[in-house]
C-alpha cells in the first residue's frame, strides 16, 4: 500500500540506511579496502538496498525518492559477488558514492544531515600540497597591490563559475568533468572546495599579515593531506564529522612543522621562542579547525582561522618583535 509520508518524514526515515551506506562506502575506499572484508560489505549493501527499496515502494510523488530510487538501481545492477574482483567493488564505489551524494544534497534542503564523503584522492592531495607551495612563492614575493589584485580577480572568477553552474546542469556536468581528478563526488552538488579556497586566500590577502596568512597556507596545505591519509588509512578512534583522533594527531604535528617551515621562509631570524609559540598555534589552530568543520568547509576555515590566531600572538608581541 503506498503510505501518504510527507518528504519531510521520508527524508527521516531514509537518514538511518543512509548512514549505514556511508559506513560501507567508508570500508570500500581504496586505502581501506579489505578483500577478505567482501562477504560483509555484500551483506551490508544488499541489506541497505533492501530497506532503501521497502522505502521508497511505499511512496508517491516525493522528489527524494528518485535520487534514493537510482542508489536501489546502481545496488541491484551493479553488486559484485563475494569473490568479485577489486576492480568491480572500485567500479561500484564510484557509482553508488555518486548517487550516495545525490541524496545528501536532497536530504540536506530537508534539513536532514548525512555526511558527505572524503573518499582517498592522491591526485587531489598533490595538487593541495602544489597549490599551497606556489600561495606561499606568491605571499613572500608578490607585491602587496598585485597580490590583492590578484586574489580579488580569482576571488571573483570562482565564485562567477559557481553561479554559472547553478543555471546550467550541462555546465556543471563540464567542470566537475574537467576537475573531476581533483573533485569529490558531493561538490558536484554543493559549492567545491577549491571555491572556498580561493575565498580563504582573498580573506588573507586582505588580512594584510603575511606571516600569519603563509602559516595558515602551510598548514592547510601539508597537514590536510597528511592527516587525510593517516586518518583513512590508520584511523581507529572515531571523533566527531568523519575524523579520528589519529588523524587529527597527524594534523597537529605536520601543521607544527608546516608553520616553522612558514616562519622561517619569511624570517629566518624569527626568535625560536616565538617560531614555537607560531607553530604549536598553528597546528593546534588547524587540527581543531579541522576537527569542528562540518558545514563549513575546511579549505576555508583551516586557513582563516589558523591565520587569524597566529596574526593575534603576532601583535601580541608586536613591540617585542616589530619585524614581524
Given at each position: 500500500?503506498?503510505?501518504?509520508?510527507?518528504?519531510?518524514?521520508?527524508?527521516?526515515?531514509?537518514?538511518?540506511?543512509?548512514?549505514?551506506?556511508y559506513e560501507?562506502?567508508?570500508?570500500?575506499?581504496?586505502?581501506?579496502?579489505?578483500?577478505?572484508?567482501?562477504?560483509?560489505?555484500?551483506?551490508?549493501?544488499?541489506?541497505?538496498?533492501?530497506?532503501?527499496?521497502?522505502?521508497?515502494?511505499?511512496?508517491?510523488?516525493?522528489?527524494?525518492?528518485?535520487?534514493?530510487?537510482?542508489?536501489?538501481?546502481?545496488?541491484?545492477?551493479?553488486?559484485?559477488?563475494?569473490?568479485?574482483?577489486?576492480?568491480?567493488?572500485?567500479?561500484?564505489?564510484?557509482?553508488?558514492?555518486?548517487?550516495?551524494?545525490?541524496?545528501?544534497?536532497?536530504?540536506?534542503?530537508?534539513?536532514?544531515?548525512?555526511?558527505?564523503?572524503?573518499?582517498?584522492?592522491?591526485?587531489?592531495?598533490?595538487?593541495?600540497?602544489?597549490?599551497?607551495?606556489?600561495?606561499?612563492?606568491?605571499?613572500?614575493?608578490?607585491?602587496?597591490?598585485?597580490?590583492?589584485?590578484?586574489?580579488?580577480?580569482?576571488?571573483?572568477?570562482?565564485?562567477?563559475?559557481?553561479?554559472?553552474?547553478?543555471?546550467?546542469?550541462?555546465?556543471?556536468?563540464?567542470?566537475?568533468?574537467?576537475?573531476?581528478?581533483?573533485?569529490?563526488p558531493g561538490?558536484?552538488?554543493?559549492?567545491?572546495?577549491?571555491?572556498?579556497?580561493?575565498?580563504?586566500?582573498?580573506?588573507?590577502?586582505?588580512?594584510?599579515?603575511?606571516?600569519?596568512?603563509?602559516?595558515?597556507?602551510?598548514?592547510?596545505?601539508?597537514?590536510?593531506?597528511?592527516?587525510?591519509?593517516?586518518?583513512?588509512?590508520?584511523?581507529?578512534?572515531?571523533?566527531?564529522?568523519?575524523?579520528?583522533?589519529?588523524?587529527?594527531?597527524?594534523?597537529?604535528?605536520?601543521?607544527?612543522?608546516?608553520?616553522?617551515?612558514?616562519?622561517?621562509?619569511?624570517?629566518?631570524?624569527?626568535?625560536?621562542?616565538?617560531?614555537?609559540?607560531?607553530?604549536?598555534?598553528?597546528g593546534v589552530?588547524?587540527?581543531?579547525?579541522?576537527?569542528?568543520?562540518?558545514?563549513?568547509?575546511?579549505?576555508?576555515?583551516?586557513?582563516?582561522?589558523?591565520?587569524?590566531?597566529?596574526?593575534?600572538?603576532?601583535?601580541?608581541?608586536?613591540?617585542?618583535?616589530?619585524?614581524?
Amino acid at each position: 500500500m503506498v503510505s501518504l509520508m510527507s518528504p519531510v518524514q521520508f527524508a527521516s526515515a531514509v537518514r538511518s540506511p543512509m548512514l549505514d551506506l556511508y559506513e560501507l562506502l567508508l570500508a570500500l575506499d581504496p586505502a581501506r579496502f579489505q578483500q577478505e572484508a567482501r562477504p560483509k560489505l555484500r551483506e551490508g549493501l544488499a541489506s541497505v538496498r533492501d530497506r532503501l527499496s521497502d522505502i521508497v515502494g511505499r511512496v508517491e510523488g516525493v522528489e527524494l525518492a528518485d535520487e534514493t530510487r537510482t542508489i536501489v538501481s546502481v545496488l541491484k545492477d551493479k553488486l559484485p559477488n563475494t569473490d568479485g574482483a577489486k576492480e568491480l567493488w572500485m567500479t561500484l564505489r564510484e557509482e553508488l558514492s555518486l548517487a550516495y551524494e545525490a541524496v545528501v544534497a536532497a536530504l540536506r534542503s530537508h534539513s536532514v544531515s548525512v555526511p558527505s564523503l572524503r573518499p582517498t584522492n592522491y591526485v587531489r592531495n598533490f595538487f593541495h600540497v602544489g597549490n599551497g607551495l606556489i600561495v606561499l612563492l606568491m605571499l613572500r614575493f608578490m607585491p602587496e597591490k598585485a597580490l590583492l589584485w590578484t586574489a580579488t580577480s580569482a576571488f571573483l572568477f570562482v565564485w562567477t563559475l559557481e553561479g554559472t553552474r547553478r543555471i546550467s546542469e550541462e555546465w556543471n556536468n563540464r567542470l566537475m568533468k574537467i576537475f573531476g581528478a581533483v573533485a569529490h563526488p558531493g561538490e558536484h552538488y554543493k559549492v567545491n572546495s577549491g571555491t572556498m579556497y580561493v575565498s580563504a586566500l582573498f580573506a588573507l590577502a586582505w588580512l594584510r599579515e603575511p606571516t600569519a596568512s603563509a602559516i595558515g597556507v602551510a598548514v592547510l596545505a601539508l597537514a590536510d593531506p597528511a592527516a587525510s591519509i593517516i586518518g583513512r588509512r590508520f584511523g581507529k578512534t572515531k571523533l566527531i564529522h568523519g575524523r579520528s583522533l589519529e588523524g587529527t594527531l597527524t594534523f597537529a604535528l605536520v601543521g607544527a612543522a608546516a608553520a616553522i617551515g612558514a616562519v622561517y621562509f619569511f624570517h629566518p631570524a624569527a626568535p625560536f621562542f616565538m617560531t614555537l609559540g607560531l607553530a604549536a598555534l598553528g597546528g593546534v589552530a588547524g587540527a581543531i579547525t579541522e576537527l569542528l568543520s562540518g558545514r563549513i568547509d575546511d579549505n576555508f576555515s583551516i586557513p582563516v582561522v589558523t591565520a587569524l590566531s597566529c596574526a593575534g600572538l603576532i601583535h601580541a608581541v608586536a613591540m617585542q618583535l616589530p619585524s614581524l
